[in-house]
């Protein structure tokens, strides 16, 4: 299940306790956390020294981040459970740190428990549109296309101006049978996006080319050739491309 927009959690900029701290933990924090994207291994190793020089919980969260960037999915899975339950951080930036333990378990393909750990978070920040997206897509991978609707539903209403969750909810329409609202959905992802969105294309192209709309299903997928001709979104749109034409041929 390809979602680029999930990963992102991973970079967010944990809070620390106000007043107390000062400026340059909370500094640090940001800082390894920051590496932990750009260079995995020397995050670790920077986070394991700051452990033991008092930096505590952020230090743990940031060895956990790397964790997952090293691809160490299992190891990191358990270290963010653990600190979100352990943690005497507010109750949003704990249910973060279950939504990207989440991450690691849909990497490892363990289902249910990205869904428990999702489903926990949502306890504590009830109010995060991101968690009900990032349930949204465990949903979709277990093939609960009407489960994942309903939170992109509660996504949308938290926050109606966001892109992704209409592209979402636009394929779990779709794998329902639900061209119809799922074309408006897409429609609404793109129009949100300004046709910079490559994944709102690419849901659009589909529903275009299901509903008969050849030339408007080929002007989205070129589209998103210009906007990124790489990874695994300008991949499908070529793959799509290339059936329509050879079904074309066919005929």
């Not at 933990?25 to 670790?44: F, I």
């Not at 990191?76 to 249910?95: F, G, H, Q, V």
């Not at 296309?145 to 209409?166: F, M, N, Q, R, T």
């Amino acid at each position: 299940m390809h979602r680029p927009f999930f990963l992102a959690l991973l970079s967010f900029a944990c809070g620390l306790p106000l007043a107390a701290e000062p400026m340059d933990y909370r500094q640090e924090y940001v800082n390894c956390l920051a590496l932990a994207k750009q260079d995995a291994s020397t995050a670790y190793e920077h986070a394991v020294g700051w452990q033991g020089m008092g930096g505590g919980d952020a230090a743990k969260h940031c060895q956990a981040v790397a964790l997952m960037y090293l691809g160490k999915h299992d190891e990191a899975a358990y270290r963010l459970e653990a600190l979100a339950m352990s943690t005497m951080l507010p109750a949003p930036k704990r249910a973060e740190m279950l939504a990207q333990a989440a991450q690691a378990q849909l990497m490892l393909d363990n289902l249910s428990q990205a869904n428990a750990d999702l489903t926990a978070a949502l306890k504590l920040d009830a109010r995060n549109p991101d968690i009900y997206i990032d349930r949204a897509v465990v949903m979709f991978a277990a093939g609960d296309y009407g489960g994942a609707v309903k939170d992109l539903d509660a996504a949308i209403l938290l926050s109606p101006k966001k892109a992704e969750p209409y592209a979402l909810r636009a394929a779990a329409k779709r794998f329902q049978d639900m061209v119809d609202p799922a074309l408006a959905d897409a429609e609404q992802a793109v129009s949100l996006s300004g046709g910079k969105y490559p994944e709102a294309l690419l849901e659009r192209g589909i529903l275009r080319r299901l509903k008969g709309n050849k030339a408007g299903a080929r002007q989205d997928w070129l589209a998103i050739l210009s906007i990124n001709p790489d990874g695994e979104t300008a991949d499908n749109a070529r793959r799509n491309l290339e059936l329509m034409d050879v079904k074309g041929a066919e005929k």
